[in-house]
């Protein structure tokens, strides 16, 4: 009978969930142990900058679907703003979207296809505010 160490067996599950880390996971839901394991990267850095950038401006839907962030909704009143913050309009969609880290596909993929292959998280207000509170405090 073979004995498995806990600690390996966390950090499996750590690798395992890795993916989603940025799209589904924020600094404040890790606990104390992934906290410690976490490393912020420059991807993260990135998205965060940008979503705060426009996580004030009324009335758009912010969807983060892997290390890409989405936007539509009201965006024609907000264009500039979205474009000093680094988003480009995707004809294609037909939204607004940041791009965290160049994609190694072709650009033939579906928005759905994209959030079954890396997972989607949408952006609510109220929550942004409340982490920065916590960041502050």
Known sequence: LMTINPLLEELKKLRES?????AQGTYSNLNE????LH???EVEKKLKQAIDAIINLDGLDIEIIGVWVWVSGDTKQHKDKLKEAGFVWNRVQCKWVFIG???NGRGRMTLDQMRELHGSQKVKKTRMAEERQLLTA
């Open 18 to 22: 890795s993916k989603y880390a940025v």
């Open 33 to 36: 142990f992934k906290k410690y």
């Open 39 to 41: 490393i912020e990267r």
């Open 101 to 103: 880290k160049k994609s």
